[in-house]
């Protein structure tokens, strides 16, 4: 579905708007997947309700975990998870993770637990994102593993006995998977990680760990045991804003010079995201942070900068749009894992910038945007990708003219409720 946004005239977002963010979609898979292997009921208090999250439901119910997806009079959802207790049903299904990438590789680590044979594929952009990696890390740990090349389908057969492996992580979703299946396998499991990208997102998996009481012992990111035979227990959690999903909002002021106030964000939670309010500070934005909220001031003029976005590949789509409206050179550099999300995010964003008159060139590791240069509308492609789409849409704030995005039911993977809140904050 195609959607059009118009240019806002050199006016500014409407300052008295107020931005409630949706909850982070990489905590609320997480608590998801650890509620259903847990023994008792669960309660995740306004989780994100988004295509990703539904997957990521029914990879739970398939190994057995029983979901009710209410909400409360005020229509914040609260969900409820009676675990499965580490006992999965004698015959599972193909398990379908749609577009879900976190759901694919962090449940197939669980799904290694499992006597049954279980089989996952997903949608096109899923059938081609690697995995060869990961099973091969949990064949050294006894699980028997049917795949053809290095994509799915693929077929997991369990039982996870422990033991040594080692794995590269151009990925940290590798690591994560097996972080939170090892603690349940038979045995003690030895994890070595010569490379390792994304590590915030390894952190958030540690506390959740952590918050379980798991045992495991971590050498610098570089090597980790975990003893095996352990538990997860039923827990309650409130979910935090996503830092990820406030990217797009805080690049809207940032090019518009506007100031903004988002809700539902801590600045004090582990999501390696919110590293964008420190590049849209060395950039010119001011931001102050309150207990719950994030207020961002976006600057007369931008200044070019060069950013590491290795820790924050989700990153690359909005600061290369921030980028073109910064004067001077920016470089997005040492994510080359971006390549590997739901499109190549890197070749994705210089070829639809280009076509709204960016100068902007590829890096096998990132992006060089020379900004300041007007750009002007036309019609754009989404490719399917929800943070591409929410991208150019940001961008079109400020282009010439009205600009056509196709794709743009992709943000309902993470973000449903996206062009109304862009809708509130231009007036449109």
Known sequence: MDITIENLKDKKLKSSARITIPSSKSHTIRALLIAAMADGRSRLLNPLDS?????????????????????????????????????FPENIKT??????????????????????????????????????????????????????GDSPPFSILGPLRGGETSIECPTSQYLSSLLLCTPLAGGKSVINVPLLMEQPYVEMTLRWLDSQGIKYTNY?????????????????????????????????????GSQISLDGLDV????????????????????????????????????????????????????????????GETVLHNVPQARLKETDRIAVMAQELSRLGADISEREDGLIIRGGKPLSGCRVEGHGDHRVVMALAIAALRTEGKTIITDSEAVNITYPGFFDQLSSLTGY
Do not use: H
């Not at 996503?242 to 805080?250: H, V």
């Open 51 to 87: 295509a990703d999250a539904r997957s990521c439901i029914d990879a739970c119910r398939a190994f057995g975990a029983v979901i009710d997806t209410g909400e409360t009079e005020d229509g914040i959802p609260v969900w409820s998870v009676d675990g499965n207790r580490g006992i």
């Open 95 to 148: 398990i379908d993770v749609g577009n879900s990438g976190t759901t694919l590789y962090l449940a197939a680590g669980l799904a290694a637990l499992s006597g049954a044979e279980i089989r996952f594929t997903g949608d096109n952009q899923i059938q081609n994102r690697p995995v060869k990696a990961l099973l091969d890390a949990l064949s050294d740990f006894g699980t028997s593993v049917s795949i053809d």
């Open 220 to 256: 610098d990111f570089r090597r980790f045991t975990v003893p095996g035979r352990q538990k997860y227990r039923a827990f309650e959690s409130r979910i935090p804003g996503d830092f990820s999903s406030a990217a797009f909002f805080l690049c809207a002021a940032a090019i518009t």
């Open 268 to 327: 004090n939670d582990s999501q390696g995201d919110k590293a964008i309010l420190d590049y849209l500070s060395v950039m010119g934005c001011r931001v102050e942070t309150g207990p719950d909220s994030v207020t961002i001031t976006g600057p007369e003029k931008l200044s070019a900068a060069s950013l590491d976005l290795n820790d924050t590949p989700d990153a690359l789509p909005a600061m290369a749009v921030t980028a073109c409206f910064a004067e």
